[in-house]
């Protein structure tokens, strides 16, 4: 069963606009989550991580947010360029230490077009 | 910042031949990983390791072995490879004693893997 569940699959936007990705999940205990960048053809890149009940991270253009109430995440992109074209990935962590496992979401696939 | 380099980068075989993927990363980790992508699914653990000589079963294990030699090496072996088998594979690295950034991941490029 599908314990992290990304929205959108994908998303077309132009080069300027904002946009948010969401993420939900359903992993006990959730230590922290993660969010990654997945350029094409390369690996996964840490762009924040959350581990407070109701937390906020802010990382340039990239803002993020954390509800373990409502198991609940969003990655906000301000301003977007035509780098920010990658999948976005959702991990939460049931362990604050690499004892723990990683829960990975499908991703959120950006494109930004001119 | 971490380095975690794999090899090859594409690898095309045919089914039931035998497939073995390097990854080497150079920051001292204690701990190393190796992942399959598939379109619709997260990535998932197939194995993992915390030393050299150890191996630990991940969540997608059958079909596949595993060997950690040094701290910095890892290989995945298929050794009768399947279409199944068909997917992008990462390598990833964290250190143990890493508590403060809840021990991060760092990946490598990615080794795509075509069993026809």
């Known amino acids: 069963k599908t314990q992290v569940e990304q929205s959108p699959q994908s998303l077309v936007v132009r080069q300027g606009e904002n946009c948010v990705l969401q993420?939900?999940?359903?992993?006990?205990?959730?230590?922290?989550l993660r969010w990654f960048k997945q350029d094409t053809g390369k690996g996964l890149v840490s762009l924040t991580v959350?581990?407070?009940?109701?937390d906020k991270t802010s990382n340039g253009r990239y803002s993020a947010t954390l509800d373990k109430d409502a198991k609940h995440s969003t990655l906000h992109i301000t301003a977007t360029l035509l780098d920010d074209t990658a999948t976005y990935i959702c991990?939460?962590?049931?362990?604050?230490?690499?004892?723990?496992?990683?829960?990975f979401g499908a991703g959120t696939q950006l494109i930004v077009i001119p | 910042e971490a380095a975690v380099t794999q090899s090859p980068r594409n690898k095309v075989t045919v089914t039931g031949g035998n497939v073995t993927l390097s990854c080497r990363q150079t920051?001292?980790?204690?701990?190393m990983y190796w992942y399959r992508q598939d379109t619709g699914h997260g990535l998932r653990l197939i194995h993992y390791?915390?030393?050299?000589?150890?191996?630990q079963i991940g969540d997608v294990p059958d079909g596949y072995k595993a060997t950690r030699t040094t701290q910095e090496d890892f290989f995945l072996l298929l050794e009768l490879a399947s279409p199944s088998q068909t997917s992008l594979y990462f390598c990833?690295?964290?250190?143990?004693?890493?508590?403060?950034?809840?021990?991060?991941?760092?990946f490598g490029p990615g080794t795509r893997l075509t069993v026809l």
């Open positions: 990833a690295s964290s250190d143990v004693r890493d508590w403060v950034n809840y021990a991060e991941q760092f």
């Open positions: 993420c939900n999940y359903s992993v006990t205990p959730d230590n922290h």
């Open positions: 959350l581990v407070d009940q109701k």
């Open positions: 991990v939460v962590g049931d362990r604050g230490s690499a004892l723990g496992r990683l829960h």
């Open positions: 920051n001292s980790h204690n701990y």
């Open positions: 390791s915390y030393g050299a000589g150890n191996l």
